[in-house]
């Protein structure tokens, strides 16, 4: 079959076969291609979407690049119920064979000693949000409008004092939650918080972290998270995993933002 090569991620040889129905980007099948000690993950893609103009002009289409995307993060989960993968960067694409043989060829040192700090570890992400905000300046009826400017003046700061300690009580909670669960994890990244016109998710984003897990710790790791949920009435605790260690795993990956859900 002619075409570019997709890559979705890199990893050592593994021995379980991935699901015989899996489709990557494109619908195209993916295949193990395998160089020294490590193997990429590629399949087939049509020049007409993936050379440098046409890619460059599709990054601009939302409902294109979220369809890649889920097919990328489709393979990507397949892989990590079998092996440690190292994702790379959505949309990464070669002429050939020989170009990917040759990628790896350059970076091979890199790429194992990541997967040997990686192996057995996955990435789970956990978001917190300020659900409980003050009331809106239009809850007054309009009928009801302050006597005085004086008036308007102390509604308006009562208001800014309740949101302020409503942030301040968020902040804090968020600090402590990160405090422990990086005590029980081997590592951990803040991302910056999340966009909610970009996210879609209710209330303020205060805390989006990310935490490398040993397989056999997750467990426990996502109980101690779970305890936590019901701890502070007008915050939301949201965990997601678990996820090949995209936030772990160098300049390779890629962005958290493109996993689902936030997305890790």
């Known amino acids: 079959m002619t075409g570019l090569r997709y890559v979705y991620a890199v990893c050592r040889p593994f021995g379980t076969p991935l699901q015989a129905q899996l489709t990557g980007v494109g619908g195209d099948p993916p295949r193990?291609?395998?160089h020294h000690g490590l193997v990429?993950?590629?399949s087939h893609v049509p020049e007409a979407d993936f050379a440098e103009e046409p890619?460059?002009?599709h990054l601009e289409d939302l409902d294109w690049l979220?369809?890649?995307a889920r097919a990328h993060q489709g393979v990507i989960d397949a892989l990590t119920t079998v092996t440690t993968p190292l994702p790379l960067r959505l949309g990464t694409v070669f002429r050939d064979d020989s170009g990917v043989r040759t990628m790896m060829e350059a970076r091979e040192e890199g790429f194992l000693r990541t997967l040997d700090r990686l192996e057995g570890r996955v990435e789970?992400?956990?978001k917190v949000y300020l659900e409980s905000e003050p009331a809106p300046e239009t809850a007054v009826a309009p009928e009801r409008k302050p006597a005085s400017g004086r008036d308007y003046l102390r509604q308006r700061r009562m208001r800014t004092k309740s949101h302020e300690e409503l942030w301040q009580k968020a902040e804090t909670f968020a600090t402590r939650l990160h405090e422990m669960l990086s005590e029980c994890a081997e590592d951990s990244r803040l991302h910056a918080p999340q966009n909610p016109?970009?996210?879609?998710?209710?209330?303020?984003?205060?805390?989006?972290a990310a935490y490398l897990v040993r397989r056999t710790e997750?467990?426990?790791?996502?109980?101690?998270?779970?305890?936590?949920?019901d701890g502070a009435p007008g915050i939301r605790v949201e965990l997601t995993g678990?996820?090949?260690?995209?936030s772990f795993a160098g300049e390779e990956t890629a962005p958290s933002e493109g996993k689902p859900g936030e997305g890790p």
């Open 55 to 57: 890619l460059r002009a």
């Open 197 to 208: 016109t970009l996210s879609g998710a209710s209330g303020r984003n205060v805390l989006n």
């Open 40 to 42: 990429a993950v590629v």
């Open 32 to 34: 193990l291609l395998p």
């Open 124 to 126: 789970w992400g956990v």
């Open 66 to 68: 979220t369809a890649v």
């Open 218 to 229: 997750s467990e426990e790791f996502v109980e101690k998270v779970d305890r936590t949920k």
């Open 242 to 246: 678990p996820w090949a260690a995209y």
